[in-house]
């Protein structure tokens, strides 16, 4: 930590257009006029406006959610602030060490900084015989009981994770949907998809245990302001498209580390179009492009998924009009291909019609990217289309109960009633898994749909490194949930065009 | 610079220059830093018998001064190329093992690099054995992408690797192995990791930002720390936070 810090080298500030796309159709695009303040039960203090005659520097949203969380009135891609966090989330993985390294530091006898902005989710490897990893879950329990942690989503009873009420699953997943994520503010989590939660407008980002002991005990941070790349997302989404297709197209522009240290911010009437679930799918994999965090300006869109999930009051912030990025980059989404990350890169991008001759054994539906209900509604749709059944195992692992319950009570559009469970029966998938992380990340050798040979797999994850699912040479294709329920349909990467037109 | 690029100056070293021979003045306010060097040893001398670098190699951090301290680290490097990630620095089904505590921390070592493709035919821990022959890991672009798990620096460090030297870094393992202090991360200017072939004997030499391959007799600069200066100067972030009152000291 240091640093967060720490980029050990700064690029120079430059700014700099990139035109992307195949047209630079788009025009720059203001902020429109959206509520500045939303639900505000307590007024946070004004600032009463300079009366000095200073100019204030325009600043990027993320700029702004860290002046204000280290309450500075300005700050400048590079500054390193103490922040206060608004909330901190850890689980089953690395939960235990953050919490040995708050006793070691702070005492045995120490108490968090605020039981009600500790978020603790059991999730990873949950639905185990692995002893140590049960043993995890127990040390999170205590803690929880010790420190009296409000918000604990506990899971006692593996045999059915249905007769556990508080269990969730993912967690990032379970962040949103349980109302932890609010515009404008500060949430850090022990796992590097922390950056999901920036769809809401907040600054989200991963850190290690040691960092999430020291928040744990203090309830700030020392981060390092990133400078903003931006991400104009333009023009309708065609009917083949999700959000995983565009982040997988940025990815494979930029490159796996061509967002290092910085954030990304995705604007455009594109963007304005997604759902949450959509814009958090966007947000999740700006890891993959090394980012620190993504961001999503807050929204109607926004505003209303919060409605009745949160009663905190928020106050969301967007970028200045004359905010500096370091890059700019424009894509006309209309005129896009659905994609794939071919093994074993995030941005290995190639178009899914190109790879229609790599034969699959297997696919995968599930984790933070694509194991939402949406994503779910997606496969189901390619399916319903079709008509056919699948070729190769398909394995489905909702992200959290509420998805999972969703798939046996949602109706699918013009399925004349179906739900998605039942779609997926009649294409001959698995019978939807318990909800958790799954075998997005391999696990334990007995996590279902865990690759423990060497098979080619599309999956709707978000990482395809070697033996990311289990087996080091395993092959991964990350692609949409339509992509993936094509590939299953024909037991080869397909562009889902070939059953949604 | 240009004096420090691959193809200048190649500079006969003597070996037994104990250029690491200095006294280490160690911050007791900081605990990391001293299990760091505990870890490592407070050797003086550069040894090259092969079989002994490991258990001689130095590492001596000088708590005085500013920017990026003195001190040095020699032993035999292992090189990996770019984008090593986090699962193939220590794979998820070892996630179970939690590293604040102390048995688990050793086994979380004895795991470091195993997911490495077949490949790489010189394994970084030789079978039957828990610990690793190179103190010394050199990558290539993008080290430690992926998961935030703070594992990864941590295993490292239990395997016994004092310092790593890629050509950049992803962000959260370099955050990690600063507040940590489990290895010390620098950055090369050139890729290193083609300059370099497992086995070779180098040296680090933090105060000069100079890496020297005695193998190939050639140097080379290192980028300076930057940012991650204090903390690391420090100790970690808790002892940053304790000397610049944050929090206060104990
Ligand atoms: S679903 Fe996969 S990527 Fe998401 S939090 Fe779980 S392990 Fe990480």
Not at chain 2, 150 to 175: C, D, K, N, T
């Amino acid at each position: 930590m240091a640093s967060s810090l720490l980029s050990p080298s700064f690029t120079s500030f430059l700014r700099t257009k990139k035109d992307l796309s195949f047209s630079a159709l788009s025009s720059q695009r203001c902020p429109k006029g959206v509520p500045r303040r939303i639900r505000c039960a307590v007024a946070a203090p004004q600032r009463q406006p300079s009366t000095t005659g200073s100019v204030r520097t325009a600043m990027t949203m993320t700029e702004k959610i860290l002046a204000r969380a280290s309450e500075k009135a300005q700050l400048s891609p590079g500054d390193n602030v103490w922040v206060n966090i608004d909330i901190l989330m850890t689980h089953d993985v690395c939960g235990p060490g953050s919490i040995g390294i708050f006793k070691r530091e702070f005492g045995e006898d120490a108490k968090v900084w605020d039981r009600e902005k500790v978020v603790i989710i059991p999730d990873h490897y949950i639905f185990t015989s692995d002893e140590r990893a049960n043993r995890n879950v127990d040390i999170l329990r205590d803690f929880c009981h010790e420190q009296n942690i409000k918000y604990f989503y506990d899971i006692k009873d593996l045999s059915n994770f249905k007769v556990n009420p508080d269990y969730k699953g993912v967690c990032h997943v379970a962040l949103a949907q349980e109302g932890h994520c609010r515009p404008g503010e500060v949430l850090l989590g022990t796992d590097s998809h922390t950056c999901t939660a920036g769809a809401f407008g907040q600054f989200a980002t991963g850190i290690g245990n040691t960092d999430a002991g020291f928040v744990l005990g203090t309830g700030k941070l020392l981060l390092k302001v990133p400078p903003t790349l931006r991400f104009v997302l333009d023009g309708e989404m065609p009917d083949y498209l999700l959000s995983k297709d565009l982040i997988l197209q940025i990815i494979g522009e930029i490159s796996v580390a061509g967002a290092t240290y910085k954030a990304m911010e995705f604007v455009g009437t594109t963007v304005e179009s997604l759902t949450m679930e959509e814009r958090m799918t966007l947000c999740n994999m700006v890891v993959e492009a090394g980012g620190k965090n993504g961001v999503v300006p807050a929204d109607s869109t926004t505003f209303k998924y919060l409605e009745g999930k949160t009663s905190m009051p928020y106050e969301p912030v967007y970028s200045d009009q004359q905010a500096r990025f370091l890059s700019e980059y424009r894509f006309d989404v209309s005129k896009l291909e659905p994609v794939v990350a071919k093994p074993h890169s995030p941005d290995n991008r190639a178009l899914a019609r190109e790879c229609k001759d790599v034969k699959i054994d297997r696919v995968y539906i599930g984790s933070c990217t694509g194991g939402k209900t949406e994503d779910f509604l997606a496969a189901a749709k390619v399916f319903l289309a079709s008509g056919k059944t699948v070729k190769v195992p398909t394995f489905l692992v909702p992200a959290t109960q509420k998805v999972w319950m969703d798939l046996y009570s949602i109706p699918v559009p013009g399925s004349g009633g179906k739900t998605c469970s039942q779609i997926f029966e009649e294409a001959g998938c698995d019978t939807p898994a318990s909800p958790s992380c799954g075998a997005c990340l391999g696990g334990p050798k007995d996590t279902y749909a865990r690759m423990n040979e060497p098979k080619v797999c599309v999956s709707t994850t978000n990482r395809n490194f070697p033996g990311r699912m289990g087996h080091k040479e395993g092959q991964i294709y990350l692609a949409s949930p339509y992509t993936a329920a094509a590939s299953a349909l024909t037991g080869y990467v397909t562009d889902p065009r070939e059953f949604l037109q | 610079m240009a004096l420090f690029s691959g193809t200048a100056t190649v500079v006969p070293r003597n070996l037994a220059l104990t250029s690491s021979a200095k006294l280490c003045v160690v911050r007791s306010s900081s605990p990391r830093f001293l299990s760091y060097l505990g870890k490592a040893g407070f050797g003086n001398r550069v040894a090259l018998s092969l079989s002994t670098v490991r258990a001689e190699s130095s590492a001596c951090l000088s708590g005085s001064g500013s920017g990026s301290g003195s001190g040095s680290f020699h032993g035999l490097c292992y090189v990996v190329g770019d984008n090593i990630d986090t699962d193939q620095i220590i794979p998820a089904e070892y996630l179970t093992l939690v590293p604040s505590k102390p048995d688990e921390y050793e086994k979380l070592g004895s795991y470091a690099m195993v997911g490495l493709p077949a490949s790489y035919a010189n394994r970084f821990i030789q079978p039957g054995h828990t610990k690793t022959n190179y103190s010394i890991l050199i990558a290539g672009a993008n080290f430690g992408c992926g998961s935030s798990r703070e594992h990864a620096p941590v295993a490292l460090g239990a395997s016994g690797v004092s310092a790593v030297v890629a050509h950049s870094y992803a962000r959260i393992f370099f955050r990690n192995s600063v507040a940590t202090g489990e290895v010390y991360p620098l950055e090369s200017q050139l890729r290193l990791c083609e300059e370099c072939t497992t086995g070779d004997v180098v040296t680090i030499e933090l105060g000069l930002n100079r890496f020297i391959n005695h193998t190939t007799g050639k140097e080379y600069l290192l980028k300076p720390i930057g940012d991650a200066g204090p903390v690391i100067e420090a100790g970690g972030i808790f002892a940053y936070a304790r000397k610049t009152g944050m929090i206060p000291s104990r």
